[in-house]
């Protein structure tokens, strides 16, 4: 069975400019999640969908960060513009579902480097 | 809210030595308790897991037990290998937190001949 799939693995832009990132989840994985994950630090969720639709995006910041996950499926974050503290390592996970504390299931990560 | 605390890394062992990563927690209500584990390159893999006071989760020769008394999930391994080496995240998830982790700043383990 296929695991979470993230692209691209690394980035490096410089800042002003815009990025995205790209997950796929396992499949039939109705909740899928994506983190930060600042150097040192354990992964922060930024939002979280159950099917097409954001229920947890309290941590997005919205003024820069936005999110999609059009048909349930795959997912795309995009930041624009990027700035120097947005260099992380950007994490997707997906799980069955998302109130029963399922297991959750990580990608590699996309590693953003913002100069 | 939510917290996790961890150890702090890196810690570096001998093969075959006794492997101890503290972990405690504050959280409302009873929460479940994780350890996930980063080999380098890789992305996070649940190594184990408890979902009540007193359970022992374990998994590839590592275990933790949930202690409610202490708050404290510690992870130990008996006789730790080089291909252990890796970083070990502590998390923890409520019930009616729509499954969101909350994760320790992460301990790094370094085996060594």
């Known amino acids: 069975e296929a695991g979470v799939v993230q692209s691209p693995r690394y980035k490096i832009i410089e800042k002003k400019q815009p990025v995205a990132f790209w997950c796929n989840p396992i499949?039939?994985?109705?909740?899928l999640y994506w983190y930060r994950q600042n150097l040192g630090q354990g992964p922060e969720l930024l939002i979280r969908y159950e099917n097409e639709e954001a229920v947890d995006d309290s941590q997005l910041p919205k003024d820069r960060f936005s999110a999609e996950r059009l048909k349930g499926v795959d997912s795309t974050l995009k930041i624009q513009p990027a700035e120097l503290g947005d260099s992380a390592v950007y994490l997707c996970?997906?799980?069955?579902?998302?109130?029963?504390?399922?297991?959750?299931?990580f990608g590699p990560g996309t590693r953003l480097l913002v100069l | 809210g939510d917290s996790v605390t961890q150890m702090e890394g890196p810690v570096t062992l001998s093969e075959e030595a006794f492997l101890t990563i503290n972990c405690t927690y504050t959280?409302?209500?009873?929460?479940?308790l994780f350890w996930y584990v980063q080999y380098p390159g890789e992305g996070l893999q649940l190594l184990l897991k408890?979902?009540?006071?007193?359970d022992k989760g374990s998994n590839k020769g590592f275990e933790a037990t949930y202690r409610k008394e202490t708050t404290s999930f510690h992870l130990e391994k008996g006789s730790v290998q080089v291909s252990d080496s890796a970083v070990y995240f502590c998390a923890l998830s409520r019930a009616g937190g729509g499954n969101k982790l909350t994760f320790g700043t992460g301990t790094q383990l370094k085996v060594e001949l």
């Open positions: 408890a979902t009540k006071a007193d």
């Open positions: 499949s039939g994985h109705n909740t």
């Open positions: 959280a409302t209500g009873y929460p479940s």
């Open positions: 996970a997906s799980s069955l579902g998302g109130g029963g504390l399922e297991t959750q299931y």
